[in-house]
């Protein structure tokens, strides 16, 4: 995702659609049939890229379970893959 911030307005048509200006959706790496979901505090919304924010809300109800397990770095992980592929593929 981009980290420059920028403004843009649209409109809003008589059925409540929105479309999102383009440089929007480059900024939130959203593309033709993706899904985004509407976070609304007070008066203010965010537009999130919903597969971004699905995985962002399952890693902050994950946090620390790795650690639990042993998985303490990213090389951990992946051999926890590999070898759990080589298992389902015996």
Not at 24 to 32: D, E, H, K, S
Request: charged share 25%; proline share 1%.
């Amino acid at each position: 995702m981009s980290a420059t911030a920028f403004v843009n307005d649209a409109r809003v048509m008589s059925k409540g659609q929105v479309t999102i200006p383009k440089n929007v959706r480059a900024a939130l790496g959203i593309n033709t049939g993706d899904r985004v979901t509407f976070i609304v505090d007070g008066t203010n919304v965010r537009v999130v890229n919903s597969a971004v924010y699905a995985l962002m809300k399952f890693q902050e109800q994950m946090g620390g379970e790795a650690e639990k397990t042993g998985l303490m770095s990213e090389d951990d992980v992946a051999e926890w893959i590999t070898a759990s592929r080589r298992e389902e593929n015996t």
